[in-house]
């Protein structure tokens, strides 16, 4: 039962248009969405996260839109830069629960290709 | 800056060799995580640690087992390699008590058993 998905495993962009990476998800209770991007032979890093209050965050080229009715996000990368190419992964997170929660559900992740 | 490192980079084993994978983190962060990473399976979980010497399987805790008996670091241990544990491990730590609190990876150790 995979609550996290990213449906493209890949997608190819030209440098200095517009990414668009898609997540969808399947429980209601997740409050909190997080993305993050990795290079081959090193650790994801944070890019940028949403709370499930809002619709919408930004940080410089990267915005993160929430739909909660359709459980859908997505992240917009504007411009691309080859810089960019990367594996990037949705994730997304319960309410704190107690000590012994976790409930951070990550999808398989998308790998995006900026061609200059 | 937080810091997650883990201990080696790039292992090659044996199999039915026991295997050590240590990660340390500068953070006091109370939450520890070893995944592995598949091409086209994502990040699996493989087990979680909330506090010293507690901890939770995560979605594919066989063949493996931890410890936690400080709480900076977080140890993976493989009982007896066998050539399916052939991936990148990551090993990742964030603060708890709140569902946004960013989760910090360390850079991964890359293990082949052969």
């Known amino acids: 039962d995979q609550q996290v998905k990213q449906n493209s495993p890949s997608l190819s962009v030209q440098e200095g248009r517009i990414s668009i990476l898609n997540c969808d998800y399947t429980n209601s209770m997740f409050d909190y969405f997080l993305w993050y991007k990795k290079y081959p032979a090193e650790g994801p890093t944070f890019l940028i996260s949403?709370?499930?209050?809002?619709d919408k965050n930004e940080d410089g080229r990267f915005t993160v839109f929430l739909n909660k009715s359709a459980k859908h996000l997505s992240l917009h990368i504007v411009p691309s830069q080859p810089g960019d190419s990367a594996v990037y992964f949705c994730a997304a997170s319960e309410p704190y629960s107690g000590a012994g929660s976790y409930q951070l559900t990550f999808g398989k992740g998308t790998k995006l290709s900026v061609i200059p | 800056d937080v810091k997650v490192t883990q201990s080696s980079r790039y292992l090659v084993k044996r199999t039915g060799e026991k295997v050590f994978l240590e990660c340390v983190q500068d953070m006091d962060h109370e939450n520890m995580f070893w995944y592995r990473q598949d091409p086209g399976l994502g990040l699996r979980l493989i087990y979680f640690s909330y506090d010293v010497k507690m901890k939770e399987k995560g979605d594919i805790p066989e063949g493996y087992s931890v410890s936690r008996e400080k709480k900076e670091r977080f140890s993976l241990i493989l009982e007896s390699a066998s050539t399916n544990q052939t991936s990148m491990y990551l090993c990742a730590s964030r603060f708890r008590g709140f569902s946004g609190n960013t989760i910090y990876f360390g850079e991964g150790s890359w293990l082949t058993v052969v």
């Open positions: 949403i709370s499930s209050i809002k």
